[in-house]
């Protein structure tokens, strides 16, 4: 009981860490992609 509960102590940071990295990476990507595609998209029309 004792070794389960220490695991889980040390892993959720972890966890935690992780996903608000990934979860900033996907916020940041996005707009960037948005801006390529119109990138894309307006110099053909130039």
Same mark, same amino acid.
Request: proline fraction near 7%; charged fraction near 15%; charge should be positive.
């Given at each position: 009981?004792?070794? =389960? !509960? *220490? #695991? *889980?102590? $040390?892993? !959720? %940071? !972890? #966890?935690?860490?992780?996903? $608000? ?6 916020? /940041? =990507?996005? %707009? /960037?992609?948005?801006?390529?595609? &119109?990138? &894309?998209?307006?110099? %053909? #029309?130039?």
């Amino acid at each position: 009981m004792v070794l =389960s !509960f *220490v #695991a *889980v102590l $040390v892993a !959720f %940071p !972890f #966890a935690l860490v992780i996903f $608000v990295l990934l979860m900033l990476w996907l916020l /940041l =990507s996005a %707009p /960037l992609r948005r801006r390529r595609a &119109d990138k &894309d998209i307006q110099t %053909p #029309a130039n």
